[in-house]
């Protein structure tokens, strides 16, 4: 018959492994959250498509912030937002700056492909855009890619 010698220090070194072990996933999915983009949106306190939008932006794994303010059209400017592009909310992520409704996958395309540019844009409300949606009906619209000559389409969703 074989004879198992298990010490005090043996058992508390096997068990101290195994909470090691069964900790490390934990602390995988805590450093997966902090190197989700944070994004600082600003937003018109009155407006819930803002507040579904950043609801949207946080299901997809960025950390997103809103900012209630009264002077939109004075931070669309600060942005170089031209009128033209602008809708109700306006973000920032590193160095870009997100106009309206813009899915987040957009958003992550952006910050992987790093362009020479101010940022994006989804101009207006488009009816099923993230935070626009409205049971299914949805319309038609372009993610703009906001550079130094001008917008060029970055991102067609279809209806």
Known sequence: M???NYGR???VRAGFGLALAGA????GFARAADDAPEIRVYKDPDC???SAWIDHLNASGFAATGENRS???AIKARFGVPPTLRACHTAVVDEYVVEGHVPAADIRR???ERPRARGLAVPGM???SPGMEAGGRREAFRTWLLGADGATVFEEHPA
């Open 24 to 27: 490390l996933p934990l602390t």
């Open 2 to 4: 074989t004879r198992f």
């Open 126 to 128: 488009p009816l099923g």
């Open 48 to 50: 819930g498509c803002c």
């Open 110 to 112: 952006l910050l992987a």
């Open 9 to 11: 220090r043996r058992i």
């Open 71 to 73: 002077d939109m059209a």
